[in-house]
């Protein structure tokens, strides 16, 4: 079974900061893009940014642009989502997922584009 484990929600203020990490597999790992969705209670799931795990590029969903970072530390089989100024409207359970679709412009942000996902962690950002 495909475990990606994700971890480093919790609670914030806004114009705070908050890492994500999500770890699995190298096999899993090297399977493609990883990326971040977000879902908040009644909506659907959304991306947030994904990163090619064989390369640094990256894609964002505009409106993290500029504020969200996606990374990674490929010896440890790790992504990190660095998350600033943060907003009550990017509350929501945080989704890890793996096996990412790469195409000509860089990683999909499609639901669909992902194999694997995680079992989300909660991120509340209060006003």
């Known amino acids: 079974q495909v475990q990606l484990v994700e971890s480093g929600g919790g609670s914030v203020q806004a114009g705070g900061s908050q890492r994500l990490s999500c770890s699995t597999a190298?096999?899993?790992?090297?399977?493609?893009?990883m990326g971040w969705f977000r879902q908040a209670p009644g909506k659907e799931r959304e991306a947030v940014a994904a990163?090619?795990?064989?390369?640094?590029?990256?894609n964002y969903v505009d409106s993290v642009k500029g504020r969200f970072t996606i990374s990674q530390d490929k010896a440890k089989n790790t992504v990190y989502l660095q998350m600033n100024s943060l907003k009550p409207e990017d509350s929501g359970v945080y989704y890890c997922a793996a096996g990412g679709t790469i195409y000509s412009r860089g990683c999909g942000l499609m639901r669909s584009d992902f194999i694997h996902w995680g079992q989300g962690t909660q991120v509340t950002v209060s006003s």
């Open positions: 990163i090619d795990t064989d390369g640094e590029g990256a």
């Open positions: 190298k096999y899993i790992y090297n399977r493609g893009c």
